[in-house]
Structure formats: C-alpha cells, structure tokens
Nanobody, 130 residues
C-alpha cells in the first residue's frame, strides 16, 4: 500500500514562495505518475501539475505554468512542488497523488489521468495573502 504525506504548506504574502513535499512510502516502482491538485473552499478541484517518474517529464496547469515547478527525488522517494510568485488565488488545500503505471507515459498523460490516481495524501494548506 502506497502512503503519501505532504508537508511544507503555510501562509505567505503575495509574491512569495513555498516548497511543498510529498513523501511516498510503500512503493519503489520507478514507473509512476505523481502529481498535485488543489481545492479551495467552495471551488472545484484543480489539477496543478504532474510528473512521470520514469523520464521526469512534467506538465502544468495554465494557471501555474511558469510559476510552479514539480520534481521528484528518486533516492528519497519524495516529490516536490516549488511555488513562486504566489497569488491570493493560489490559496487552497494542496494534495499529492500517485499511481503505478503500466507501459510508457508522459507528464502530460499523467496530468490527464491525475483525477484517477489511487493514492492520495491528506493535504497541506497554502494561504496567500494580498
């Protein structure tokens, strides 16, 4: 059973930065899709970014492209979301998610499938003040 634990959330002012971490345990498969999604109160879930761990390819939502980066440290089985130039509209609970994949994928394909990933963390709150 894969377990995911997020950390790194907090409160920052607009324009600031945060780095979220997602520690994965119970799985050493290098052929995985991993990603982040967020949900703010009263709003629909938004998929933010995804990474295909086998080749490191990534994909981002238009709303965060150029401001957020996603990476994965295979040695430590940890995924990161580096967020810069944060805006008040980035305020949300951020969740990491992952799933094992059969065959070859890509960051964009992982992003398309993010909604269906079987494993999810409990979330970490990000609050950006104006």
């Amino acid at each position: 059973e894969v377990q995911l634990v997020e950390s790194g959330g907090g409160s920052v002012q607009a324009g600031g930065s945060l780095r979220l971490s997602c520690a994965a345990s119970g799985d050493s498969d290098s052929n995985k899709c991993m990603g982040w999604f967020r949900q703010a109160p009263g709003k629909e879930r938004e998929d933010v970014a995804a990474i295909y761990t086998a080749d490191g390819s990534t994909y981002f939502a238009a709303s965060v492209k150029g401001r957020f980066t996603i990476s994965e440290d295979n040695a430590n089985n940890t995924m990161y979301l580096q967020m810069t130039s944060l805006k008040p509209e980035d305020t949300a609970m951020y969740y990491c998610a992952a799933d094992r994949m059969g065959g070859r994928y890509s960051g964009s394909r992982c992003y398309d499938l993010l909604f269906s990933f079987r494993y999810r963390g409990q979330g970490t709150q990000v609050t950006v003040s104006a």
